[in-house]
Structure formats: C-alpha cells, structure tokens
C-alpha cells in the first residue's frame, strides 16, 4: 500500500501509563513504538494524541472495574506515566492533541474537541493511518469518528494494541464492519 501526499498518520496515546510498568498497561504496549517509529518517516502529516487527565476525572474509580468510567487513575496531566514513550520519535513541530481535560467528559476519541479535524482538513488530507493505544478504546473511538469527519480510515494493526483479548478482537470486527481497512505496518511504502 503506498503512502501519498494525503495521507497522514495518526498515533494514538502512546504514553507511559498504557505500556508495561504503568498505571493502566496494555500488554505488549511497547511493542507498538518500533513499527511506529519505522512507518512514520513515510508520512507528510503526522498528528498524536495524549491521555490527559485531570485527577478529579470521572474516567476513575477506586477499585477500578477496568471499563467504562471505572479506570485505575493513568495519565494524570504533566506527570510520567502522561509522557510519549521515550523511545516513540514524536518530531517536534508534529501536533499533539489533548483529549479527557474535562473532569465530566470521557473522551476516547482523539477527533473529541474538533482540532484534530480542523488540522487534518487544513493539510487536505483524504485519508488517516491509525496506531497506537488501546485498540479496544482510544484507537477504536477514533477511527470510527474518523470514518464520521469523512476521511478514509486505515488501522495499522500490527502498531495497535488492546487492553484485554476479547473486547480487542470485537472491537477489530466492528472496525472492519464500519469500513475500516486492516493493514500491516510492513505493508506501506
Ligand atoms: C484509554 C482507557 C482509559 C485509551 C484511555 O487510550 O485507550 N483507555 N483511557
Ligand atoms: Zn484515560
């Protein structure tokens, strides 16, 4: 599959919280971060999204029930686990949208507050290439609202990861049912 001019690649919530030894870890979050890294030097348009939470948000819940507004505490604004991964090579001019600032709001899509349509409307990109966090959640909600702003939607499959087995794999097919196209990170050029 070839990467043209509009096309851009969206990487989602690549944060330390989502990876091993963090707050909320996706098993096997890390291992997004190589075909990222190796796929991202093909786009023109790169933008990433970040988990920002303030503490009092309704996402968390002590004991966590790990789903819907019942998530161990992650992701917590200007702290650690809220980092990129330090390996992902974020370029310094790339955008990074923001998304769950709002305590009474959880916002799983990285297209929730508007900037990141109006940027990829801007560039006139056609088409989006999605990766990254938690394929059962944030990379779910946004590309489906990717397919809603109109754009093409294309999942890296190999550069997602869910946070559990079962919700990953339906999350997958009712991606590929809405008209998302599945690809290999291996596959692009
Ligand atoms: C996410 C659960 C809670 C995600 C964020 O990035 O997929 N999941 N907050
Ligand atoms: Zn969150």
Redesign the pocket.
């Known amino acids: 599959m070839h990467v043209t001019p509009e096309d851009a690649l969206i990487v ?2 690549v944060q330390n919280d ?1 990876c091993p030894g963090g707050a ?1 870890p996706v098993p096997g979050g890390d291992r997004v971060v190589r075909p990222i890294n190796r796929i991202m030097g093909l786009f023109d348009i790169l933008a990433f999204t970040r ?1 920002w939470h303030p503490a009092d948000h309704c ?1 968390f819940a002590d004991p966590p029930a790990y789903r819907d507004r019942s ?1 161990p505490m ?2 917590l604004q200007d702290s650690p686990g809220a980092e990129f991964h330090g390996a992902l090579r974020v370029p310094l001019d790339a955008p990074v949208i923001s998304k ?1 600032t709002d305590p009474d709001q959880e916002e ?1 899509s990285g297209f929730a507050t508007g900037e990141l349509t109006a940027y990829l409307r801007k560039r006139s990109v056609k088409r989006i290439f999605i990766a990254g ?2 394929t059962d ?3 779910k909600a946004t590309a489906l609202d990717g397919l809603a702003a109109g754009f093409t939607v294309v999942l890296v499959k190999d550069a997602c990861r869910g ?1 559990s087995e079962g919700t990953t794999q339906a999350a997958l097919m009712e991606l590929e049912s809405a008209g998302v196209a599945l690809c290999a990170s291996g596959e692009l050029a």
């Open positions: 989602v919530d989502f909320l988990d996402s998530w992650h992701c769950d799983y966090l938690a959640y944030c990379v946070v």
